[in-house]
């Protein structure tokens, strides 16, 4: 009898940890030189949203609010990795000139004469960047995200060795 309850506890703590944590692998350039593509980063999905804070790497979903996903065992397809840089009450300037050129003339509108654009975080949400500015589709595209689109934290970058140790 032992033994099974011994069991059961092992599965159950190995499903817990499945759940609570995911690996990420990094794709393009947006977080160069922190994250390179094909690094691989452990997320912490559990962390409280009233925990965020400015410069934390998230995984995050910018699209629509993620509330009904039940279980989130399989992480989505169009998630991104970035930064926190400013936080819900808080206000951020960009600079036109800081966009990749592609979205330049897109977003050029909603600037003012000098490249810049101000940008009040409303409380609950987060305004995220790619490290590499110039290489990345972040918030200054999309605008302020709410809190509940991040999936989880970052927590430590995973080294890379292969069977061998090599």
């Given at each position: 009898?032992?033994?099974?309850?011994?069991?059961?506890?092992?599965?159950?703590?190995?499903?817990l940890v499945?759940?609570?944590?995911?690996?990420?692998?990094?794709?393009?350039?947006?977080m160069?030189?922190?994250?390179?593509?094909?690094?691989?980063?452990?997320?912490?999905?559990?962390?409280?949203?009233?925990?965020?804070?400015?410069?934390?790497?998230?995984?995050l979903?910018?699209?629509y609010?993620?509330?009904f996903?039940?279980?989130?065992?399989?992480?989505?397809?169009?998630?991104?990795?970035?930064r926190?840089?400013?936080?819900?009450g808080?206000?951020?300037?960009?600079?036109l000139?800081?966009?990749?050129?592609?979205?330049?003339?897109?977003?050029?509108?909603?600037?003012?004469?000098?490249?810049?654009?101000?940008?009040s975080i409303p409380?609950?949400?987060?305004?995220v960047?790619?490290?590499n500015l110039?290489?990345?589709i972040?918030?200054?595209?999309?605008?302020?995200?709410?809190q509940?689109?991040v999936?989880g934290?970052a927590?430590m970058?995973?080294q890379?060795q292969?069977f061998f140790g090599?």
């Amino acid at each position: 009898m032992a033994l099974w309850i011994t069991l059961l506890c092992c599965v159950s703590a190995l499903l817990l940890v499945r759940r609570a944590f995911a690996v990420v692998t990094i794709e393009g350039e947006s977080m160069a030189p922190t994250l390179v593509h094909g690094e691989r980063i452990l997320i912490y999905r559990w962390w409280p949203h009233q925990r965020l804070r400015k410069g934390q790497v998230v995984l995050l979903q910018p699209g629509y609010p993620l509330s009904f996903l039940p279980s989130l065992q399989r992480l989505p397809a169009d998630a991104y990795v970035k930064r926190i840089v400013g936080m819900g009450g808080e206000n951020i300037v960009t600079s036109l000139h800081e966009l990749h050129k592609a979205h330049q003339a897109e977003q050029k509108e909603y600037y003012d004469e000098q490249g810049n654009r101000r940008w009040s975080i409303p409380e609950g949400y987060v305004f995220v960047c790619g490290d590499n500015l110039s290489g990345s589709i972040d918030s200054r595209i999309w605008g302020p995200l709410p809190q509940r689109n991040v999936l989880g934290v970052a927590i430590m970058k995973l080294q890379r060795q292969d069977f061998f140790g090599h």
